[in-house]
């Protein structure tokens, strides 16, 4: 049973350019969350994704938007890439927003 | 919002002793407060988890303890294998459930020393 997959692993974007990161989550979970974690922090919320809508937003600005699909995968773009967005993007998915989120490996987006 | 402290920052201790990490939140509401592993080049792991309906939860090495007076949770591992090296996180919730999104602290380095 496959867990949270994530693509891709890594990723060199140049400040500026635009990004798109992909989440599958784990068989029987309809909830997706994206994290942001910056070196040497905790996992900081971008938002989350139910029943295809968004549901909760953290404190994060409007360049960060995402989508999810009927099969409940889930994509994070991220606009007008900044230095400070250079992170490893996490997502996390959960049965119908109960929490006991299971995350998936992330992808390491270094910005230059 | 929600603000999670978690202490120590680093923590060394020899294998086979017993480790405490502590986190403390700041919004009366969370009711569910989640332990993430979290080992190098991995994504975090739940280890344990416990909801305000409840003071303390066990499982085999693992326990954590829930003040809500206080606002304070821990995570307790006792016989402290090689294995457990990792950064710990604690984080909370105000929803019941996680479907708000989780809070986190900083983490915690846990070194077991042969």
């Known amino acids: 049973d496959a867990g949270v997959t994530q693509s891709p692993t890594h990723l060199i974007k140049t400040r500026g350019q635009q990004v798109t990161l992909r989440c599958s989550p784990k068989?029987?979970?309809?909830?997706v969350s994206w994290y942001q974690q910056a070196l040497g922090q905790g996992p900081q919320f971008i938002f989350q994704y139910y029943e295809e809508e968004e549901r909760q937003r953290g404190n994060f600005p409007d360049r960060f938007s995402g989508h999810q699909f009927p099969n409940y995968s889930s994509e994070l773009n991220v606009n007008a890439l900044l230095l400070g967005d250079s992170a490893l993007y996490l997502c996390?998915?959960?049965?119908?927003?109960?929490?006991?989120?299971?995350f998936g490996q992330g992808t390491r987006l270094t910005v230059v | 919002g929600e603000n999670v402290e978690q202490h120590p920052s680093t923590l060394s201790v020899q294998e086979g002793d017993s480790a405490v990490i502590k986190c403390t939140y700041s919004?009366?509401?969370?009711?569910?407060f989640p332990w993430y592993k979290q080992e190098l080049g991995k994504g975090p792991q739940l280890i344990i988890d416990?909801?305000?309906?409840?003071g303390e939860k066990k499982d085999q090495r693992i326990a954590v303890t829930l003040n809500k007076t206080a606002k304070h949770f821990s995570l307790h591992i006792t016989e402290t294998q090689p294995e457990d090296s990792a950064v710990y996180f604690c984080?909370?919730?105000?929803?019941?459930?996680?479907?708000?999104?989780?809070?986190f602290g900083k983490g915690t380095h846990l070194i077991i020393q042969p």
């Open positions: 984080a909370a919730s105000d929803s019941g459930g996680g479907a708000d999104g989780l809070t």
């Open positions: 996390a998915s959960s049965p119908s927003r109960t929490g006991g989120d299971d």
């Open positions: 068989s029987g979970h309809d909830t």
């Open positions: 416990i909801r305000s309906n409840v």
């Open positions: 919004d009366s509401a969370s009711n569910y």
